[in-house]
């Protein structure tokens, strides 16, 4: 009978070693898990009411070199449990450490010590408004505000995703210390809260005074892992753990070695390659 591999995680690690496995001359049956309603993880774009779309999540890649060849290549369980040969976790270290049997506390606390911060993303439109410059955006850096991380100026690289009639779209990025002291803080983290920080910020930086048309607010909580001082040896400490104890799972996906789109898809890819012992079929 051929292998069964179990994908945790539907976001784009999930999703490409999915895709990597399913490519392989002798293909094992994937079976992809995911917790949420939908698949994509971060990766979500929404319409709005005139038919502009907002993106909530990453709305760049660098297509470059070998890594970047391959970014452009390119399922609900109702029973609790499920047999696998392997197991490739693309799901965020912190949760796996909470799924992880007693035997494997070591690891689990390896995987724990690997946090995310949370964003907030502010998409804005304005009809009749302008940009004084042109960009994919910029960043701000903390010494000037501890709050406002950047501004992604989406009308200029999708025009056409204005809508109709069309308005300039904006997405505002909140963050950093000024987010994380909140957060600690336990006090009410408003959409309002959200959206006139990010009016402010589109106001003093873009010249945007007049109000958006629309706004959405979404606080996406530990949404980028960090790699604190000591990262490379937590995962050395978790393979050395998986190698020792010959344990079938597979780590991928943003909490380990890159948290860009692009590297994402090449963890799960990476993650296929080890699982199979060869190279996919591209
Ligand atoms: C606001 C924002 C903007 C960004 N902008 C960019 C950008 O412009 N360019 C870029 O390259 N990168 C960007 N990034 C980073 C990039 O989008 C992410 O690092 C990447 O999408 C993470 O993918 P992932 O599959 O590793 O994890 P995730 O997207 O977190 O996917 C994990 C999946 O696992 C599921 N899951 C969780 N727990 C369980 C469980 N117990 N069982 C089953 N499933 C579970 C989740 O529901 C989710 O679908 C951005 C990220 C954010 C948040």
Redesign the pocket.
Known sequence: MGRTVVV????????AASYHLSRAPCPPKVVL????E??????RSVRGPNGAIFE???????PAGALGARTLLLVSLRDSSLEADHVIS???AS??SE?LPAEAAPLARALSAITAVS?A?VNLQYQGAHLPVQGFGHLVPSSEDPGVLGI?YDSVAFPEQDGSPPGLRVTV?LGGSWLQTLEASGCVLSQELFQQRAQEAAATQLGLKEMPSHCLVHL?KN???QYTLGHWQKLESARQFLTAHRLPLTL????YEG??????IE??RQAAVSVLGTEPNS
């Open positions: 945790l995680g539907g976001g784009i690690s999930g999703l898990v995911e917790s949420s939908r698949l994509g993880g971060w990766i909530l999540g990453p709305r760049g890649i660098r693309a799901i965020p949760v796996l799924l964003v993303v992604v990025m996406h949404c980028i892992p991928a996906g943003a909490s948290v860009a789109v692009n590297d994402c963890s799960g």
